[in-house]
């Protein structure tokens, strides 16, 4: 396993058996939610404007697939006619060392990033998106079975997109 740190966290992962693991999700995919606000999501996701660069090159360093979260569910509109969105997704390996505690501004920053005392945000080229992670295990897709996974929590600031107007919870 190779590992990371990011914050407070320090992450043993196996990208290769990540990746092997979305190669088997892939396959077996079902189709999402088709709500407005999932809709919404999956469009600006289709049009690779869901994820930040930098918070792509993250999920592929750890072997993640950004097109199979495990769950993705709005959060509430933004001041920017956009949508705070959430979900999680999950890769091979062991959270080593994780909590809330204060870290080091100037560790953090020198990744380019911004620890605010719960999770992570590039504050630069991307302010509207965040991650975190977890050793729960939630909505743990049947490709990490028997796997030691953990769980890369998001936060995601995205634009409308569709042409039906915006409303949280309301089913399309």
């Known amino acids: 396993m190779d590992s990371i740190t990011l914050g407070p966290w320090t992450i043993h992962y196996d990208a290769d058996a990540t990746r092997d693991a979305y190669a ?3 396959a ?3 189709k999402p939610c088709s709500c407005a606000a999932c809709r919404n999501f999956w469009l600006v996701q289709a049009r690779g404007r869901a994820f930040p660069p930098e918070f792509l090159a993250l999920l592929h360093r750890l072997g993640v697939s950004f ?3 495990a769950e993705v569910y709005e959060q509430a509109p933004n001041d920017a006619a956009g949508w705070w969105y959430a979900g999680w997704f999950h890769f091979v390996g062991m959270l080593i060392i994780g909590d809330s505690a204060p870290v080091s501004a100037s560790i953090v920053e020198s990744q380019g990033l911004r620890y605010d005392g719960a999770f992570l945000v590039w504050p630069r080229s991307a302010p509207g998106c965040g991650c975190w992670f977890l050793p729960s295990h939630a909505l743990v897709q049947d490709a990490f079975v028997g796997q030691p996974t953990v ?3 998001f936060m995601v ?3 409308w997109l569709l042409d039906v107007p915006a409303s949280p919870l309301t089913e399309g």
Request: proline letters at 13%.
């Open 28 to 30: 077996s995919h079902d």
């Open 67 to 69: 097109a199979y979260p």
């Open 151 to 153: 769980q890369l929590e």
């Open 157 to 159: 600031d995205v634009p």
């Open 24 to 26: 088997a999700i892939v």
